[in-house]
């Protein structure tokens, strides 16, 4: 069974740092790409990258490029969201999720990236 | 990039009536859209891809149709536990884009 479970909840400070994490078990994680999609209180969801973890090649979404880093650990099967200066307009829920087989990239896109498998969130809190 | 419209943004729908959910990209993306569910505090669930094709698990009253731009979420005789968020994502070209959902609720 495909699982992804996250870190627990964090509260923060405006200007501080930060690291999620996501721990994948039931599948190869190197053969299946990693997302992370962004959900602030009350609102839809928004895609911001993924990483394969297989050869640590990292899409962004153009909003998220700069603002947010994606990396992953292939020896404990773990992504990871990292912020180096949080604001208080980064707090939401933060989920993993791991696209479909068919998902793959070329040098100038990606395709088939619907995810199929979430984990259960990490509500990130920003405030002074 | 491509914009994805939902509609209408609130569905009340009574149990067993049918329910029919819009999603319109600005540009097309051939059968490249999924539908996902979310209920209040639950984590998102895929329901559709490919337009068309039903997600492992997912009853058979639930039904994706259209192409190109248009694209419609059937819910063929609702349940009570059918009340959540659709959101409808096209992925046919980068950076994939979610709709802004629409929130369906029972009478």
């Known amino acids: 069974e495909v699982q992804l479970v996250q870190s627990g909840a964090e509260l923060k400070k405006p200007g501080e740092s930060l690291k999620i994490s996501c721990e994948a078990s039931g599948y190869t994680f190197t053969n299946y790409w990693v997302g992370w999609v962004r959900q602030m209180p009350g609102k839809g969801l928004e895609w911001m990258g993924i990483i394969h973890p297989g050869d640590s090649d990292t899409r962004y979404s153009p909003s998220f490029q700069g603002q947010v880093t994606i990396s992953a650990d292939r020896s404990t099967s773990t992504a990871y969201l990292q912020w180096d200066s949080l604001e208080a307009s980064d707090t939401a829920m933060y989920y993993c999720a791991r696209p479909s087989s068919r998902a793959h990239c070329s040098s100038s896109s990606c395709y088939n990236v619907f995810f199929d498998s979430w984990g259960q969130g990490t509500l990130v809190t920003v405030s002074s | 990039e491509k914009v994805m419209t939902q509609s209408p943004a609130t569905l009340s729908v009574s149990p067993g009536a049918r329910a029919t959910l819009s999603c319109r990209a600005s540009q097309t993306v051939s059968s490249n859209l999924a539908w996902y569910q979310q209920k209040p505090g639950h984590v998102p669930r895929l329901l559709i891809y490919?337009?068309?094709t039903r997600a492992t698990g997912i009853p058979a009253r639930f039904s994706g149709g259209g192409s190109g731009t248009e694209f419609t979420l059937t819910i063929s005789s609702l349940q009570s536990e059918d009340s959540a968020i659709y959101y409808c994502q096209q992925y046919n070209d980068w950076p994939p884009e979610f709709g802004q959902g629409t929130k369906v609720e029972i009478k």
């Open positions: 490919g337009a068309s």
